[in-house]
């Protein structure tokens, strides 16, 4: 028999326990080990619960207790979940956690205090939800040089973006109505500003490359400033409009890492991913391109991946996984500028043509319905930043443009 | 330091050898340990190969050397395959394979002399290439109950639909460009007849389920009689035509799995797998939907998942990995007849409409550019095998039909 303890009694945790009662007869038997939840500690009082007689509030009886084998942290947010993982983890405790922005803040940190106790610290569900992501890429492409990954891993946005482009919704209007949903918080910033993605990308990175990519030293943009006219223009250019985390080795051997919206030629299969689902694609120099999809959020999608993290800690109580995760510092992301990629500008001002064709030279202009005469978009050839920046400023002389958007283009 | 030995030196075994040796840092890195190529066993001379030295005829070399930890059989077909696999893992060495054809006919007799030898049988690569698939299904889905199992599972069948609907290529033509690219064999009948779906359905059924799954229990049926007419019909209803390998839980709990081509609404993602690549979809009771897409075959991403095996079974040389896979027999599979589907028909013949709705009932007509007078194709409602046969039975009185296909339905 291996005991777990479940920090954190909301959506996830309950799910947690959920899935372990649920499927018991089936864990047992794939593990060849019954796992029980042995506590579950949360401050708010559950005594109508039918699982009441489990919950302490507080974690110093998890501590110690040397029954437990695993912790599941599923409290969220920095602070206490960063002071119970390594409290935990110093207890001989194996840790599972869905709590991303703890990893990406500290999973170097942590991963190295389970190795030296000889104990694990697995985040499976920090990324994409329920889809299997961290194993197959640690595991299952460990043959590989990974040269980059990417993907839709953030679910509220993209159904924000789907409700915009398949029902003419405006931003606003399918905001409220994923709030509405429950798939959007109140505070809807950490969705729609990107910083959700971020945080993932910042996991993939350190996985992928093997170095700490932290939050800060990543590009992040966000959906808020994507309007009806830009899904339109991307419409007349075959492509969807999808908020990409994206990380590539550069040449230099450091890493490319931001998060923003991007045009998806809707021929590539990513830009098939709809409503609140989310698709990461890994490209490695032996397997090249494979894809992973499924839902990235939701109790029960959560709560399959976290389980699954806590059956493979009762399995190896003995061994440490190595995620080849090293501490690092922001010099190990590549300028975001030097990134060379196609753009998506949209303008207005007298003349607009001859000025983006003054500026940008030969470009791709898109057409929309109702397009004012004043008013043009277009995909500008591959350049950098740099680049960019420098033909930006020509033209904005004489025009106002909007943002720019990235061009996915995979080679 | 490791030892494998390769046996059999064709596509898949020398891309094995280059992805050991090409990425021998990472993996080194990856695992804390090195893995080296020992031998390599072929009857064929290749004295004049950079890896000369390692070359032997007698797999009894390999046998009789304890030095040797992991046996690769890249060899494909029964035999010798069977023969060398039982005695290498009788001989204390785990065996990794992609022989999908050997896995579906022995995987469970296999696995259990593995157990019984506390080794490893490991077959990654034997679904879906390079794709991790099997890891993923085993551990990460490990506390979902796994419901249902279908995808594309042969990319020369893949590909050949795909030159038929994008391009207008006859089947003909399009397995001959296949056969010249060298996705498909002179031979062509594995691959579209549907053989080689049928024995990765029986593989990933065998995982989902726990129960062996024999090739000669699923209703197989391949792609040559499709036709351009299909294709054209099939767009009309916003359809592709897809080859699918399928299994699901059956109420009684026995097992449906059945190989055919089906009708795939274009909203579906699987229905945008185009060209050569793999998608396999994975249904749990926990985490809903997954999808698993890369490529199904070639050198290099098949031996990233074999090599990705090596590096396990190097891993847990001490410890027997259980998948759950125990033997049966033919009475587990499910009558596919009892299997409820909408279907796809084409008939011609006098008053063909009144024909079909005298013998359906309210069905969906299809359309096409050119469709002569007394021809006609339509989508029926959902019905069992045993009632569709009913219905084309008076059909057929006064109509020529066609071979029914399944429509793709997810509920």
């Given at each position: 028999m291996k005991y777990a303890a479940v920090l954190g009694y909301g959506t996830v945790g309950s799910g947690v326990v959920e899935v372990i009662e649920t499927n018991a007869e089936l864990i047992a038997k794939n593990t060849g080990d019954e796992v029980k939840v042995k506590y579950i500690v949360d401050i708010r009082d559950f005594s109508a619960d039918p699982h009441a007689d489990l919950f302490v509030k507080d974690f110093a009886v998890v501590e110690a207790?040397?029954?437990?084998n695993v912790v599941v942290e599923?409290?969220?947010?920095l602070r206490p979940a960063y002071d119970f993982t390594k409290r935990a983890l110093l207890a001989g405790k194996s840790v599972v956690t869905s709590n991303k922005e703890l990893v990406a803040t500290h999973g170097a940190e942590l991963l190295k205090i389970a190795r030296e106790r000889g104990v694990n610290y697995f985040f499976e569900a920090s990324v994409g939800g329920g889809i299997p992501i961290i194993r197959p890429m640690c595991q299952?492409?460990?043959?590989n040089r990974i040269d980059e990954v990417f993907g839709i891993l953030n679910g509220t946005t993209n159904y924000i973006l789907n409700r915009m482009i398949?029902?003419?919704?405006t931003f606003e209007a399918a905001l409220s109505e994923a709030q509405e949903k429950g798939y959007a918080e109140r505070n809807p910033a950490a969705d729609v500003e990107g910083y959700d993605a971020c945080r993932k990308i910042c996991i993939l990175s350190a996985l992928a490359f093997g170095r700490h990519v932290y939050p800060e030293s990543v590009e992040t943009d966000g959906i808020t400033k994507i309007t009806l006219e830009d899904v339109a223009y991307a419409e007349s250019g075959d492509m969807v409009i999808k908020l990409l985390g994206r990380a590539k080795r550069a040449d230099d051997g450091k890493i490319f890492a931001f998060v923003g919206p991007h045009l998806v030629?809707?021929?590539?299969?990513?830009?098939?991913?709809?409503?609140?689902f989310n698709s990461v694609m890994v490209r490695g120099n032996a397997v090249g391109d494979t894809m992973f999809y499924g839902r990235g959020a939701g109790k029960l999608p959560t709560a399959s991946a976290v389980v699954a993290d806590v059956i493979d800690a009762c399995q190896h109580t003995d061994k440490t996984k190595y995620f080849g995760w090293e501490d690092s510092d922001a010099s190990v992301v590549e300028d975001s500028k030097k990134f060379v990629s196609a753009y998506y500008l949209r303008v207005s001002g007298e003349s607009v043509s001859s000025a983006v064709t003054e500026a940008f030279g030969e470009v791709k202009f898109l057409s929309r319905e109702?397009?004012?005469?004043?008013e043009a978009a277009f995909i500008t050839g591959t350049m950098s930043g740099y680049k960019l920046e420098e033909k930006l400023a020509v033209l904005s002389k004489s025009c106002t443009v909007s943002a720019p958007m990235k061009v996915l283009a995979l080679d």
């Open positions: 207790d040397p029954e437990v599923t409290i969220g947010g299952c492409l460990a043959a398949e029902d003419g919704l030629p809707k021929a590539e299969l990513i830009a098939n991913v709809n409503g609140v109702g397009a004012k005469a004043n």
